[in-house]
């Protein structure tokens, strides 16, 4: 037989973060390469979504997502972002944030067309980007504070570029932008007329007084900001794939099309239950799950620096970057096996999260129940090397 898989296929890889979940599977260890939380959902959730199903809420939605949702995203956006957002316009909830990115490099972007990704980065926007066709052009952010490299974001800016990609909080780094960064963003986006496609899943994972700022909150680029986002991580539902994109009604409505051609909808009654967490929720709930994933930060950077290993102390997110030198190995995966096979424990190798680099590094997920976190913990901090 001649025929083979489309070329698109060919460039696009398995994650990373699933081979190490098999091999973590196969030695029966504990995972801390995947990000699926092990916490509880809120009851609030559960019970909004059975009680839907229980009420017929069970067919398609409009391809935008329901009303209630809709609404509660738009509120969500007012007190907490400081945002007005219209829910009949410029709201639309898709399956998952990854869901929310994949339709709007659909609606946005051409073959060709160039998107600035910043290194490391999340394996699922460059994998989205190719799958488009597009191209992503990497700008590189040191350890350990990962600031904005304004120069090299300059230098490869070329007449393709179409748009840029940010995640803040940033998965794997944990770095959270602050205003003066998101500012010169904002004005290279209306400088050279680029969108800013902006992944703020981590948001509520915000440490150390810290506050999280979406590029959407600069006038001057409002209508040019796409925020993709969702609660799977916020209420440990990341099986439901509910997530969503906010932006300019003029790119929403095709940003919708295209959920509609490829998902047609997101699951209408987790939708409900989502819309009545986001409803139900107040403050406290936000405010003490921060509190509780900070002390899980805190958790795994002391087992980590016991065992010899320098973590990157994440600003945000749930994540830790590791410098792993001291390890044996040819390359970030050599060495996270050998810490797997060392201790138990499971990690992703840093070559994902890097176009050709990112040997010496790996990524620990600390959204475990406590009782898992401290037991990973403990065998990390007995690693010698």
């Known amino acids: 037989m001649t025929r083979d898989f489309s070329q698109r296929s060919q460039i696009i890889v398995q994650s990373e973060i699933r081979n190490m979940t098999l091999e973590c599977n196969r030695v029966g260890g504990i995972n801390l390469a995947q990000g699926v939380c092990d916490t509880d959902t809120p009851r609030e959730v559960i019970e909004g979504a059975h009680r839907a199903a229980l009420e017929g809420i069970n067919a398609y939605t409009r391809y935008d997502g329901l009303p209630v949702l809709r609404q509660a995203i738009a509120k969500k956006f007012r007190d907490l972002n400081r945002l007005e957002v219209d829910p009949e316009g410029e709201v639309v909830c898709s399956a998952g944030a990854t869901g929310a990115f994949y339709c709007t490099c ?50 490869v800016l070329t007449p393709r570029t179409k748009a840029i990609v940010v995640n803040t909080p940033s998965n794997p780094s944990g770095k959270v932008f602050d205003r003066d960064e998101l500012r010169v963003l904002a004005d290279l986006a209306v400088d050279h007329d680029l969108f800013i496609i902006s992944d703020e899943i981590y948001e509520y994972f915000v440490y150390d007084e810290r506050r999280h700022l979406s590029p959407l909150s600069f006038d001057e680029a409002r209508d040019r900001v796409v925020v993709i986002s969702g609660y799977s991580k916020t209420f440990s539902i990341t099986g439901w794939r509910i997530g969503y994109a906010v932006c300019d009604r003029r790119w929403a409505r095709m940003i919708g099309y295209m959920n509609d051609l490829v998902y047609v909808c997101a699951p209408a009654p987790l939708q409900v239950g989502v819309a009545k967490g986001i409803e139900g929720l107040g403050e406290d709930f936000y405010r003490h799950l921060c509190a509780q994933y900070q002390a899980k930060r805190e958790v795994l950077v002391k087992g980590l620096r016991e065992g010899g290993l320098l973590p990157f102390v994440p600003q945000g997110s749930y994540y830790v970057l590791a410098d792993v030198s001291a390890v044996p190995g040819r390359d970030s995966k050599e060495k996270a096996l050998a810490i797997l096979r060392h201790c138990g424990v499971a990690s992703v190798p840093g070559s994902a999260f890097y176009r050709s680099d990112g040997r010496e590094l790996v990524r620990f997920c600390f959204a475990k129940r406590d009782e898992v976190l401290k037991e990973a913990s403990a065998r990390l901090s007995k690693l010698s090397w």
């Open 106 to 155: 659909l609606a946005l972007l051409d073959p060709g067309d160039e998107v600035l990704v910043l290194e490391p980065y999340y394996g699922y926007h460059v994998n989205t980007i190719l799958a488009v066709g597009a191209v992503p052009v990497f700008v590189r952010l040191e350890p350990p504070d990962w600031s904005l490299d304004v120069e090299g974001i300059a230098a």
